[in-house]
Nanobody, 120 residues
Framework: QVQLVESGGGLVQAGGSARLSCAAS????????MGWFRQAPGKERELVAAISWSGGYIYYADSVKGRFTISRDNAKNTVYLQMNSLKPEDTAVYYC?????????????WGQGTQVTVSS
């Protein structure tokens, strides 16, 4: 079993920044790919970013390229999402995920989600 606990987010002004953290416990999450999904009301779930266990492979959705940065600290079993130049359309619930699947938009484990609201 794996538990994923997100922190960060909240209310941010457009153009501002926020940092999400996801701490993993249980099975050694450092051996697995991790990622962040988001879902806004009435919209499809979107894989925002993903990172391989080594950090050698990173994926970003086109909607966040150049603005978001995913990273991980395997010693702390933690993955981060640094979000800069935030836009109102980034408003969503953000979910940390273990072993995200870009094609099926599923994952082996999910966090509880954290709300990010960007005000214009």
């Amino acid at each position: 079993q794996v538990q994923l606990v997100e922190s960060g987010g909240g209310l941010v002004q457009a153009g501002g920044s926020a940092r999400l953290s996801c701490a993993a416990s249980g099975r050694t999450a450092s051996s697995y790919g991790m990622g962040w999904f988001r879902q806004a009301p009435g919209k499809e779930r979107e894989l925002v970013a993903a990172i391989s266990w080594s950090g050698g492979y990173i994926y970003y959705a086109d909607s966040v390229k150049g603005r978001f940065t995913i990273s991980r600290d395997n010693a702390k079993n933690t993955v981060y999402l640094q979000m800069n130049s935030l836009k109102p359309e980034d408003t969503a619930v953000y979910y940390c995920a273990l072993e995200p699947n870009r094609r099926t938009l599923t994952a082996s484990y999910w966090g509880q989600g954290t709300q990010v609201t960007v005000s214009s």
